[in-house]
């Protein structure tokens, strides 16, 4: 049954989403084991404080850990986990807004490292990112011609003469009146503001885009329409998303394939309807367990036993060990590889090696 959540939000008229026939051929954009860890290095202070024995260290959050990750063209991949997952940061390394620790980033096959800078800086070009606020992310002192225009001038995807006029067609396309394009973000709405941002992103003609949270802000009537309004350019414009998302029922309706993380790790991958239907991990068990369905019958609500670890210091082994009602001596000192379970279904769990699960 559809999620309650996702119900609430197709009333207006979400479309149901045809699902994309993704070829195995090389991917759009590929991390191997990519890492990032955020280092806060000692101060003056605790470095003096050192001297005396204070025994300060250094402070390393862990936010991804060793993934790996394929998006191949045409295809929506939802990237679903807990808050503090790493789920921005993977989006943020995907499109080279953050530069990993470690691993490498791959466009159509070929490492943007091993690239010219021309040829990086053209493939760079082609990975965009929505962010999540609305009202942050946007500068409130520019006007939206600016807002939209500002970058395809830059890159030389227009000229200067040319700017009116093409963000007058970046707005037609999401959905806005071209004659607001000389008035402030503070001018209008939340949905307006979301349209502005994807009119920005479009506006230097990316094919691989990373939706991070992009209608988690937005009224329940007014994420319907922008969801909409995403297939809608995926299908006119063949895009490929990364939609980063807390919504699962959201995820069900959009994506192709997803993608769960755990504490900087993928812990299952498989295609939208196998991983709802059939999850395998535990903890991807435990989040579908939260979600509200429309069921005749009541059923008992179990929640995910304890709390996140602190990526300062994450667990070891399997880092969802301390929470998992299956945990076994070995979860607690090798990390599980992601092994596939069934076709195109990965999971990341010492019950697939063991024999135990069902």
Not at 279 to 300: D, I, M, W
């Amino acid at each position: 049954m559809p999620c309650a959540a996702f119900i609430r939000c197709i009333e207006p008229g979400v479309r149901m989403i045809a699902r994309t026939t993704v070829s195995s051929d090389t991917p759009l954009v590929e991390l191997r084991r990519v890492s990032k860890r955020f280092v806060k290095s000692l101060d003056i202070a605790a470095k003096i404080g050192n001297a005396f024995g204070a025994g300060v260290e250094e402070q390393v959050v862990h936010a991804v850990d060793r993934i790996d990750l394929r998006v191949a063209a045409g295809e929506v991949v939802g990237l679903v986990g807990e808050s503090g997952c790493g789920k921005s940061t993977l989006g943020r390394l995907a499109i080279g807004l953050l530069a990993p620790t470690e691993g490498e980033r791959l466009w159509r096959g070929a490492s943007l490292t091993g690239m010219s800078a021309a040829e990086a800086r053209k493939a760079q070009l082609k990975m965009q990112m929505i962010f999540q606020d609305p009202y942050a992310s946007l500068n409130p002192r520019l006007r939206v011609v600016d807002i939209v225009g500002e970058a395809p001038v830059v890159h030389r995807v227009i000229t200067a003469k040319q700017q009116v006029e093409y963000v007058g067609l970046m707005l037609n396309k999401v959905g806005l009146d071209p004659t607001l394009m000389r008035r402030y973000p503070h001018q209008f709405s939340g949905g307006q503001r979301a349209r502005i941002g994807i009119a920005r992103a479009l506006a230097v003609k990316p094919e691989f885009l990373v939706c991070d949270e992009s209608v988690a802000a937005l009224d329940v009537s007014i994420q319907a329409q922008v969801l909409n309004l995403f297939m809608d350019l995926k299908a006119a414009l063949n895009l490929t998303y990364l939609f980063i998302s807390h919504d699962l029922g959201v995820v069900q309706y959009i994506a192709d394939r997803v993608v769960v993380m755990y504490l900087g790790r993928v812990v299952e991958s498989a295609p939208a309807a196998k991983l709802f239907n059939q999850p395998n991990h535990p903890y991807t068990q435990a989040l579908l367990s939260e979600v509200g369905r429309v069921e005749p019958k009541k059923r008992t609500f179990v929640p995910i036993a304890g709390e996140i670890p602190s990526p300062l210091h994450p667990p070891p082994g399997c880092h969802f060990h301390p929470r998992c009602p299956h945990a076994m001596p070995v979860c607690r000192e090798v990390v599980p590889a992601l092994i596939e379970v069934s076709p195109r279904h990965y999971s990341a769990c010492h019950l697939n090696t063991v024999g135990t699960q069902g």
